[in-house]
């Protein structure tokens, strides 16, 4: 099992940054690709960033590219999400997922993904 406990959500105005940091336990974290995904209200979840194990491999979805940065600290067992630029658009509940079976996997897909967090609001203002 993983435990996954995202933090850093919060009230942000149009053109402001956050970081959102994912804490994973239960498991040895360098064998994790992890991933972050966020949803609209009344929507199925969307993909945002994804990461490797080792950090070298990343993705992210063409709304983000630019914006959002995904990095890990395996040291400390941690996934970030820097979001710069933001954009009213941007308001989602964020969601950091662990997939356990393919660590080099950079996965679009929520099916991808075998462990999720309770998930953190981010809401930017106009």
């Known amino acids: 099992q993983v435990q996954l406990v995202e933090s850093g959500g919060g009230l942000v105005q149009a053109g402001g940054s956050l970081r959102l940091s994912c804490a994973a336990s239960?498991?040895?974290?360098?064998?994790?690709?992890m991933g972050w995904f966020r949803q609209f209200p009344g929507k199925e979840r969307v993909f945002v960033a994804a990461v490797s194990w080792d950090g070298t491999n990343t993705a992210s979805a063409n709304s983000v590219k630019g914006r959002f940065t995904i990095s890990r600290d395996n040291a400390k067992n941690v996934v970030h999400l820097q979001m710069n630029s933001l954009e009213p658009e941007d308001t989602a509940v964020y969601y950091c997922?662990?997939?356990?079976?393919?660590?080099?996997?950079?996965?679009?897909?929520?099916?991808?993904?075998?462990?999720w967090g309770q998930g953190t609001q981010v809401t930017v203002s106009s």
């Open positions: 997922a662990a997939d356990d079976d393919r660590p080099n996997r950079v996965g679009p897909f929520q099916h991808d993904y075998d462990y």
């Open positions: 239960g498991r040895t974290f360098s064998r994790l690709a």
